[in-house]
């Protein structure tokens, strides 16, 4: 499914879709964190904050 289906179907409330945009991107997120900080643990902290402040609804 494309991420511009998978915003909409956010936006309307399916929590399925969260979980797939979660699958998709954390490792690439988490990897860029790690990049960044260099700390495995932040990096790991960083990622999951990010999914945190993400606003879905």
Request: include cysteine.
């Amino acid at each position: 499914m494309k991420d511009s289906k998978l915003i909409q179907k956010i936006h309307g409330g399916n929590k399925e879709a969260v979980g797939i945009v979660v699958e998709r991107y954390y490792e690439d997120i988490y990897r860029f964190c790690l990049y960044m900080v260099q700390i495995e643990d932040d990096a790991y902290d960083i990622a999951k904050e990010i999914y945190v402040k993400m606003d879905f609804e």
